[in-house]
C-alpha cells in the first residue's frame, strides 16, 4: 500500500530558528514529490516539486531533498519567520494513475 | 487571476439534503480534481477529470458525483448527505497530469458540515 509518513507531527520553534521536516515514503512507482504549504483555512500552495532525478530544490528560504534510494525528503526552513506558521504537507506521485498520495502533514508554529 | 474559485465556503446540510459544491477556474487547465481533507489525514481524490466531458472517479467517490460541461466548470453533487462527509472540500487543477512535475492550483475550500 502507498503510504507518506510525515514527522514530527507538530513543532513549536521561535522566530528566526531553522527547523527540518521529514517524509518517508513507500510509494511505487515513484513520479514525483511535492511540498506543499497550507495555512490555516486555506488551500495548499505548491513549494517544490522534485523529479526522480533531482535531489535538491529551493523555494526562497525553503530547500526540499530527495533521497529516493531510501525513500526519504525532507524540508529545510531557514530563518524562519512568524508567516511560515503552517501546515506543511508532503506529496508523493506514482506514474501509474491519477492519484496523489498525501501526507498528514506537520504543523509549524513560529512564536516571537 | 482568480485561479480556482470555490462555493460556498462553508455550508450545514441536513442529514439526507443535497447539494453542489461550485468550482471553477480561469487557467485553462483541462485537469480538475476535487479532494477531501478530514482532520488529522492526508487528502483523499474524489472525483477527477481530464477535459471537458471526461470524469472519473478517485479513491472515496461514494455519495458523490460530478460533472464537466466545460473546462472551466467542475461542480460537486452530494447526493443524501450523511454525517460521514462533514468534512473540507477542495477544488484543484493543473495543465496536464500529476505524474509530470506540473503544479497543482487548489482553491481556498469549502467547509461542509453535515447535522
Known amino acids: 500500500k502507498n503510504q507518506v509518513e510525515q514527522s514530527p507531527q507538530s513543532l513549536i520553534i521561535l522566530e528566526g530558528k531553522n527547523c527540518t521536516l521529514q517524509c518517508n515514503y513507500t510509494v511505487s512507482p515513484f513520479s514525483n514529490l511535492r511540498w506543499y504549504k497550507q495555512d490555516t483555512g486555506r488551500g495548499p500552495v505548491s513549494l517544490t516539486i522534485m523529479t526522480f532525478s533531482e535531489n535538491t530544490k529551493s523555494n526562497g528560504r525553503y530547500t526540499a531533498t530527495l533521497d529516493a534510494d531510501t525513500k526519504q525528503s525532507s524540508l529545510h526552513i531557514t530563518a524562519s519567520q512568524l508567516s511560515d506558521s503552517a501546515s506543511y504537507i508532503c506529496v508523493v506521485t506514482s506514474n501509474s494513475g491519477y492519484a496523489l498520495n498525501f501526507g498528514k502533514g506537520t504543523s509549524l508554529l513560529v512564536t516571537p | 487571476n482568480a485561479g480556482v474559485t470555490q462555493t460556498p465556503k462553508f455550508h450545514i446540510l441536513k442529514i439526507g439534503q443535497s447539494m453542489t459544491l461550485q468550482c471553477t477556474q480561469d487557467?485553462?487547465?483541462?485537469?480538475m480534481y476535487w479532494y477531501r481533507q478530514d482532520p488529522g489525514m492526508g487528502l483523499k481524490l474524489i472525483y477527477y477529470?481530464?477535459?471537458?466531458?471526461?470524469?472519473d472517479k478517485g479513491e472515496v467517490p461514494n455519495g458523490y458525483n460530478v460533472s464537466r460541461s466545460t473546462t472551466e466548470d467542475f461542480p460537486l453533487r452530494l447526493e443524501l448527505a450523511a454525517p460521514s462527509q462533514t468534512s473540507v472540500y477542495f477544488c484543484?487543477?493543473?495543465?496536464?497530469?500529476?505524474?509530470?512535475?506540473?503544479?497543482?492550483?487548489f482553491g481556498a475550500g469549502s467547509r461542509l458540515t453535515v447535522l
Open positions: 487557467m485553462n487547465h483541462n485537469y
Open positions: 484543484a487543477s493543473s495543465s496536464s497530469g500529476v505524474g509530470g512535475a506540473n503544479v497543482l492550483t
Open positions: 477529470s481530464v477535459g471537458a466531458g471526461i470524469t
